[in-house]
Every structure is written in C-alpha cells, then in structure tokens.
C-alpha cells in the first residue's frame, strides 16, 4: 500500500463533491489494519464472503466464497485465512491471486445489516496444514489485512438465510455432485470422471 491514503482519482472526485474532510475523518476512525475482537467475531459468524482479484494486466474478477460459519479463520492480528473449495474448473480467482497478490474482501450481515472490508495481500498454499480442518477443501488462502474496516450499512437490504448450501464440504459425508458437472462430464478433471463412471 501506498503512503498516501487516498490516490488522485479519489482526491479529485472528493474535491469535487466537497467530502475530502468527511474522507479523511472517517479514514481516522475507521480504518486499521489489525483485527479487533468486535472485526473477528463479525467474521467467524460469516457464511459467505465476496472476493475481489485481478490479474498482472489489471482484468478484475469478483466471486462468492460460501461456507459454513467459521470457514473464514481470523489466524493472526492481521491475518486471515479461507478454504479453496471444488468450483468449476477455471480458477479464476487464485490464478489472479498467482499474477497479482492485492485483494478485496467485502463481508455481509443481511440479516443484521452491517458489512466489513478486508483490504490486503493474499497468497496461495496447497500443502497448508489448515487443509486438515476443512474437508475437500483443495487449497488455503491467507490474506495479510493492510486495511480493515467497517462500511455504511444504510443501503444493505435485510434478508434473513433460508437454507445453507447442501454442497459445503462436512467431515463423515460425501458432498452431492453439482448438476451442471453432468453437462460437461466428458472435461471434468480424471478424478471427477473415475468418480462418476464408478457411480454409473
């Protein structure tokens, strides 16, 4: 991160509206870059999460990330971690990760309107001993938090979890194939296709 809190595209769209003052007020307060306790409680009740990344060329991508409260572990005073699950093949998100470590992180509560943003660095392990904790899981994720920090809520709508994905990964269970692999059976990965022909 740069030294200056604000680059010259926002200072000019601040200036313009006459919010450079309320900018930097809040900047003051708000931002940090170690997790309190309030900022890991939020996360470890979190059941999903949005990802932002992009690659060298600055091409950007924004995924859901959903799993089971908890699946997003506050491991350090500014670091966190996340399981890579099975999705559909093109990794687009840790392949930017690979060219390009600068991430965005954006949590909501909808059912308590509030949302948090974890700004950083990420970097992906394969052979990572959090993979024994969360099953399926074919990578982790670890993010290095340079700026954590609270966002207006006003504009988030309330609505309240129906169901919990029946796809998220539990110990002692095997996860339900997605129906769309059916359509595409012939260019799953080997172990996919060895999965399926062995339930034909």
Same mark, same amino acid.
């Given at each position: ?10 200072? #000019?769209?601040?200036? !313009?509206?006459?919010?450079?003052? +309320? ?6 307060? %708000? ?19 949005? +990802? ?6 600055? /091409? ?7 799993? $089971? ?39 909501? $509560? ?8 974890? /700004? ?16 399926? #899981? ?5 993010? %290095?938090?340079? !700026? ?21 990964? !539990? ?10 692999? #059916? ?8 172990? !996919? ?8």
């Amino acid at each position: 991160m740069s030294g200056e809190t604000f680059h010259s595209g926002e200072r #000019a769209m601040q200036d !313009q509206h006459d919010s450079r003052r +309320l900018a930097d007020a809040i900047h003051r307060v %708000t931002v940090h870059a170690e997790f309190t306790d309030n900022d890991r409680a939020f996360i470890a009740r979190m059941p999903m999460f949005f +990802l932002a990344t992009s690659d060298a060329a600055g /091409n950007l991508d924004c995924s859901y990330k959903g799993g $089971d409260p908890g699946f997003v572990r506050v491991t350090g005073t500014s670091t966190l971690a996340f399981p890579n699950y099975d999705g559909n093949g093109m990794f687009m998100s840790l392949g930017n990760i690979s060219e390009h470590a600068r991430v965005g992180t954006l949590f909501i $509560d909808f059912e308590r309107q509030s949302r948090m943003r974890v /700004n950083g660095t990420a970097r992906v392990s394969f052979d990572d001993p959090l993979l024994e904790e969360y099953p399926e #899981a074919t990578a982790i994720v670890h993010v %290095t938090a340079e !700026q954590i920090f609270p966002n207006c809520p006003r504009y988030i709508h309330r609505m309240e979890l129906v169901e919990r994905s029946v796809f998220v990964p !539990q110990a002692g269970c095997e996860t339900p194939e997605a129906g769309w692999k #059916a359509h595409f059976a012939d260019a799953l990965p080997e172990t !996919q296709r060895r999965k399926r022909a062995g339930d034909a």
